[in-house]
Each structure stands twice: as structure tokens, then as C-alpha cells.
């Protein structure tokens, strides 16, 4: 899937359908962090456009209620977990992946889509796009929740920008999300473990 400049314009105006204000700004950040991070840690060229992609549409149904969310899954037939449904969080991640490949086909292969799908969470197995996607979101520069700030110094701060140090930082951030959920008392999501164990695994192996 190739994707011109011409066509992100036409996105971006687009995008503003579904996120307006602060999450619309968000959203421009991501894009342009997802960018930054691609070309960073050596996603191909020819792939950078679909990350910026991506940033467009990750959060495209995150505006809506737990209701509208529940019954978007239906429509679309998601089978949501009993993790999904006690993460409301969650949701939007799920139904945005099938939004944006009904309202956006021509930008949402299956990469796209599985990078939408958990950007919120993690999973085990995630791909280098998934990865970026997921960091991305946490750390572009709007975000200023200390946790925020403390990723992004942590990835920023040493200069590399090999495998390991973004596996690292993932670990860093998975480890922040479970640390907030366990201090509010709420539940914690079966992928972010697993992700975060994963990893953990992958880098125990190789250093
Ligand atoms: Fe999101
Ligand atoms: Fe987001």
C-alpha cells in the first residue's frame, strides 16, 4: 500500500470528522512522532507514510461513549474479552481499527489495523510499526503526564536507537501503566502483561 502526500492532506482534513480539539491535536502530534520514530529506528521509507497513517486514525472512535463504543463492537462483530469490556479504555482501540477500515480503506491495511487495534494495551509478538505506533502514542510531545515526560526523556536521553532500547522502553512503559492501574485500584489488561512479559523474555534472551 502506497500513500502520497497529496493523500495524507486529504486525511488529515478528513480526520477532523470524527477527533476535534485537544484529541485532534493529539492525533496531528502522534502522526508527526510516529514519523520522527520510523525514521529513527529504520522502518523503510517507502512504509513512513503509512505510520503517519496510522497517528491519523488511531484514537478515530475514542470520542465516543462506552454505549456507542459497545454497540460499534457489535456491529462490527469484535468478540470482546471480559478484560476488554472491564478496561473501557480499551474499546476505543478495538472499534477504531474497524472504523478506520470502513471509513478509510484505501489507508488501513493489515498493518495499520493491527497497530490500531493495541495501540492501548500491547500484545505479545507486536511488529517494529506496532511498537512505534504504541510509543508513539505515549510520548509525543503534547503529552505532558509525568509518566509521559519520563518515557520520553528515557528513550530520548542515551541517543540509541537499536531494538533493545526500544524494547526497554516499552518494558519502561508497560511497567508505568501497570504501576497507575494497581494505585487506582482498576483492572489490568491480560495483553499489557503478556506484552510486557514478551519482551521481558526477548531481552533476557539476547543480553
Ligand atoms: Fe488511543
Ligand atoms: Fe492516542
Known sequence: MQISEKQLCILRS??????????????L??????????????????????????????????GLTVAQQLSLAEKYGIRLSDDDIKNPKVLHSLTGAYAALEN??????????????CHTTGKPRMTLFQKILYLADYIEPLRDFPDCIRLREYFYSTGKTDASHL???????FDMTVRNLLDEKQFI???TVA???YILNQLLRTT
Do not use: M, W
Open 14 to 27: 478528513e480526520i477532523a470528522r470524527f477527533v476535534s480539539g485537544k484529541r485532534l491535536e493529539h492525533t
Open 189 to 191: 489488561h491480560k495483553k
Open 167 to 173: 524494547d526497554k522502553t516499552l518494558i519502561l512503559s
Open 29 to 62: 502530534s502522534v502522526e508527526k512522532e510516529a514519523v520522527k520514530l520510523g525514521l529513527l529506528l529504520g522502518i523503510p521509507e517507502n512504509k513512513i507514510p503509512k505510520l503517519a497513517a496510522a497517528g491519523l486514525l488511531h484514537d478515530i472512535t475514542k
Open 104 to 117: 478509510f480503506p484505501d489507508f488501513t491495511d493489515s498493518e495499520v489495523f493491527s497497530s490500531i487495534q
Open 195 to 197: 506484552a510486557r512479559n
